[in-house]
């Protein structure tokens, strides 16, 4: 492997970055350079032209954009599930570009935390099973992981229904066991690809107040939505229009930074959260 430190939790960057919670500047987590993205085709399709974006360690970001606009085609360059056609993505300083693909997956495995719309649950394993199953590839052995899945399933307010399996849960729950599956790994990073997208209202917004408590407990997050109401409560907002990022709030101010500090002094980022509406969509 051409890289084998262990990630953990407030030691993501690599290469000896200098500390944030001394030098007040976010350490990057995710580093996008000039990245354009074509599919091949007649004609090709020019997905993303030339996109580049800073993610610093503790930020959620929303990206909005309309339909087509590349969204999912950047949070699949983010996320290493694909390779820009030009430019750099770098992963906690890595730059994925000369990466084998095995690299790729641990670095995938141990590093990042995937949310989608449509949950991506295996029906037929326990809830318990589908989270400790993003401990799979990171080689955590099996009791571990289980009891890692618990404590995930603990944050999101699920713990109880750990032995059910996903088609016994509404879809908030369904979500709720994703998220728990994202955060299992306590990855640098957490990509949500319209995460509320096949929610009601009522609960979308539970998701969404799940995913503020995640990150005032240290998660670094990015949402990609279509919705402008969505992106416009996040501490950053970046639009993306025709393959082009066309505007971004930027990190947000010290205040948010000051919170990051704060929760920095819990060190597993996986300490329960406190007034979670942890049943409030039972089917
Ligand atoms: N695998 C592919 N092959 C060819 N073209 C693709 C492929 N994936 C996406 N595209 C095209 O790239 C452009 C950007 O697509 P992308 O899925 O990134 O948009 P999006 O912003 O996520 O849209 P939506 O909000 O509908 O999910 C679109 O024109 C789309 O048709
Ligand atoms: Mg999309």
Do not use: W
């Not at 944030?20 to 350490?27: H, K, M, N, P």
């Not at 996320?79 to 997956?105: F, H, I, K, N, Y």
């Not at 750990?162 to 066991?177: D, H, K, M, N, Y």
Request: glycine fraction near 10%; avoid cysteine.
């Amino acid at each position: 492997m051409s890289d084998t430190t262990t990630p953990t939790p407030g030691n993501h960057a690599a290469g000896g970055q200098s500390d944030s919670a001394t030098s007040g500047a976010l350490a990057p987590v995710l580093e996008v350079d000039g990245a354009t993205k074509t599919y091949a085709g007649e004609p090709p399709v020019e997905a993303l032209r030339g996109v580049s974006l800073t993610i610093g360690e503790g930020e959620l970001v929303g990206i909005v954009g309309p339909s087509g606009s590349g969204k999912t085609t950047l949070l699949q360059l983010m996320g290493t599930l694909d390779r820009p056609t030009r430019g750099q993505v770098r992963v906690t300083g890595v730059d994925v570009a000369a990466m084998a693909d095995d690299d790729l997956s641990y670095l995938r495995a141990t590093r990042i935390g995937f949310i989608f719309q449509q949950f991506f649950l295996a029906e037929h394993d326990r809830v318990v099973e589908n989270v400790a199953d993003g401990l799979l590839y990171a080689g955590v052995p099996l009791k571990q992981r289980r009891q890692r899945a618990v404590e995930a399933l603990n944050l999101v307010g699920l713990a109880e229904r750990a032995e059910a399996r996903p088609t016994q849960l509404s879809g908030g729950q369904r979500q709720r066991v994703a998220i728990a599956r994202a955060l299992v790994g306590q990855p640098a990073i957490v990509l949500a690809d319209e995460p509320t997208g096949n929610l009601d209202q009522a609960t979308g917004q539970s998701i969404l107040a799940l995913i503020d408590q995640l990150h005032q407990a240290g998660s670094t997050i990015v949402v990609i939505t279509h919705d402008h109401t969505i992106a416009e409560r996040m501490p950053r907002k970046v639009e993306i229009l025709d393959g082009q990022i066309v505007a971004d709030t930027g990190p947000a101010g010290p205040a948010d930074q000051r919170l990051r500090r704060n929760v920095d002094a819990y060190p597993s980022g996986l300490r329960p959260l406190e007034g979670l509406p942890a049943s409030e969509d039972r089917p």
